[in-house]
């Protein structure tokens, strides 16, 4: 297939490139560099990525730490978190918390605890916590990263609602209900203040909300919350997408055809 051959040609270039030793050693980061560039295009074709991207991508970091290159603290911040996303991905959480950790170090040191960089690799790591059972760990780093957008950017800023929104899908599932749904409306109320009630983003907190809320037999209050995640969903990709055929098709479970009908139409006013 394309994709098997290109990937036998990235493999031959950069095994060509480690053995080349005439190149200077910029020319070489640059030849590097290229194949890297390459080789994320071919990952775009994967749902995970494998042991060629991992590998890769460790030799890349390998090669810039080795050489002493002119890259710097934070270039090589963003290599690490790449490199963490993807390993995150084939599912080793060790090295993805390892790697997650140094850039946050590094990030903090570099550009203040309240950076939005640093404040992403919070996130991020507290989602690698999450994913390892470390729910303590996880809900700590989120408090953190909470703190720290609001002593830099005020409290009720823009940067809040995703941060909110993982926390809640945390607390959601410790089963602490009335928390989650705190955290959705907090972070629903937040949104709609910067953005307004009829923007796209809105979709997948309301969808959440909604989640929660059928989740504990509540349709009522889910059917209208569904239908206009599925309505906003449709304003952004269409109807035809699945996001929003989903959304529409559990509002339709919460309510009757006629009131989902109505909950539509009312929905469209606000």
Known sequence: SFAESLQAILDNSVKSLEEEEELQSGRKLLLFLACLSAHGSLRQLQRTPSE?????H???IRFVESNNLHITTLQ???????FAVMVRKAGDLELAEWLLEEVLKRRKKELGEGHMLAVATMNNLANVYQSWGKEDKAIGMYKDARAAL???YGPRNEHLPAMLNNMAMLFRRKNQIKRAAD?????LDISLRWKGVNHADLADLLYNLAALYASVGDRATAGP???RAAQLHASKYGWEHELAKDAKMKASKCLGRKEEEESSSSLMLR
């Open 225 to 227: 919350l569904f239908q």
């Open 58 to 60: 460790a030799k890349f």
């Open 150 to 152: 609001e002593l830099r």
């Open 76 to 82: 090589l911040c963003d290599l690490y978190s790449e």
């Open 52 to 56: 060629q991207d991992l590998l890769l």
């Open 183 to 187: 955290l959705y409306l907090e972070a």
